[in-house]
Nanobody, 123 residues
């Protein structure tokens, strides 16, 4: 049974930083593109960042490039999203996910999802 458990969300002021963590367990049967998505109420889910399980070629969306960094722990069991210089528009529920392909990520699809962690940025 695959479990993805996020932590690290919270409230922060504009310009602040947060680091989200996602503890992954269970065999993912090839869903080895680890990713972060976010969603605001009433809006479509947005892919924020993605990295293959090897750690190679991490991808971050243009909307967060230069501010967010995705990474994996050495054991590959924990996914991180370091978020710096946070803006009010970053306010959303953030979800950890595991996808089979990068194409799935681009289509906002994944095989496994965490429950989400709320990030609120206030001015």
């Amino acid at each position: 049974q695959v479990q993805l458990v996020e932590s690290g969300g919270g409230s922060v002021q504009v310009g602040g930083s947060l680091r989200l963590s996602c503890a992954a367990s269970g065999y993912r049967y090839g869903s080895d593109y680890m990713a972060w998505f976010r969603q605001l109420p009433g809006k479509e889910r947005e892919g924020v960042a993605c990295v293959y399980i090897s750690g190679a070629s991490p991808y971050v969306a243009d909307s967060v490039k230069g501010r967010f960094t995705i990474s994996l722990s050495n054991t590959k069991n924990t996914l991180y999203l370091q978020m710096n210089n946070l803006k009010p528009e970053d306010t959303a529920m953030y979800y950890c996910a595991a996808a089979r392909t990068f194409g799935d990520f681009v289509r906002n699809q994944a095989t496994y999802w965490g429950q989400g962690t709320q990030v609120t940025v206030s001015s």
